[in-house]
């Protein structure tokens, strides 16, 4: 059980354009989400949380205007990375967790975003 | 603030000895503990958590940690390795708080460990 869905995988594609990664709680009901964005050879930085049906919450030097979060169900979240340059480039990564205080955060395997 | 630190950057051990990533923390109230393994260009997986209740957590794939609330550490430990086990390991902590809202939910990780277990 617990299992989130991240598309696409890998993503690569020009300077300027918009990218929008999905993550899905394929068997249960998601009602917080995380995005984080990992560096090579780093640990996870949180970008932003957000809550079902709530505007997100971005963490301090987040663009929220460049990181676009949607959280419009109990089971899906979206990022859209818009107009991605080369510096956008990088792993990200989402997070799922129901609202019941113990339980842990369920992760998708990752994007891999290259912007040429 | 919350805090994590996994001293070692890297860790090896033989096959089928046992193993030991440490993880200290610094949180306000109970600590709510975590430990996730990744492996390479994917996400990461949950072992195993301390909430409350015994010290020695068990956890998948073999994997145990034990909560020592005076030295504020969740060492995670396995007693025989497997080359299988090689990934980069994180611990995590939030505060154990009961109020609403997504910040009460978020995870500090530590930097992580790198596992290489040599056969």
């Known amino acids: 059980g617990a299992v989130v869905s991240q598309h696409p995988s890998r993503v690569i594609c020009k300077s300027g354009t918009s990218v929008k990664i999905e993550c899905r709680s394929l068997?249960?009901?998601?009602?917080?989400m995380f995005w984080y964005r990992q560096f090579p050879k780093k640990s996870l930085m949180l970008m932003a949380t957000?809550?079902?049906?709530?505007?997100?919450?971005?963490e301090q030097g987040v663009e929220k205007d460049k990181f676009l979060i949607n959280h419009a169900s109990l089971t899906l979240s979206t990022l859209t990375v818009t107009s991605a340059h080369p510096e956008d480039s990088s792993f990200y990564i989402c997070?799922?967790?129901?609202?019941?205080?113990?339980?842990?955060?369920?992760f998708g395997d990752g994007t891999r975003l290259s912007i040429l | 603030a919350q805090s994590v630190a996994q001293p070692e950057d890297q860790v090896n051990v033989a096959e089928g000895n046992p193993l030991t990533v440490k993880c200290t923390y610094s949180?306000?109230?109970?600590?709510?503990l975590f430990w996730y393994v990744q492996y390479p260009n994917r996400g990461l997986q949950f072992l195993l958590k301390?909430?409350?209740?015994?010290?020695l957590v068990k956890g998948s794939y073999g994997f145990e940690a034990e909560f020592n609330k005076s030295q504020t550490s969740f060492h995670l430990k396995k007693p025989s390795a497997l080359v299988s086990d090689s990934a980069l390991y994180f611990c995590?902590?939030?505060?154990?708080?009961?109020?609403?809202?997504?910040?009460?939910?978020?995870?500090?990780f530590g930097k992580g460990t790198k596992l290489s277990v040599i056969p």
């Open positions: 957000s809550n079902e049906g709530s505007k997100a919450t971005y």
């Open positions: 301390y909430i409350t209740g015994d010290n």
């Open positions: 068997d249960f009901q998601a009602t917080t």
């Open positions: 949180v306000s109230g109970n600590p709510y």
């Open positions: 995590a902590v939030r505060a154990g708080t009961t109020y609403s809202g997504a910040g009460s939910y978020q995870l500090t």
């Open positions: 997070s799922a967790k129901t609202g019941e205080s113990n339980q842990p955060q369920h």
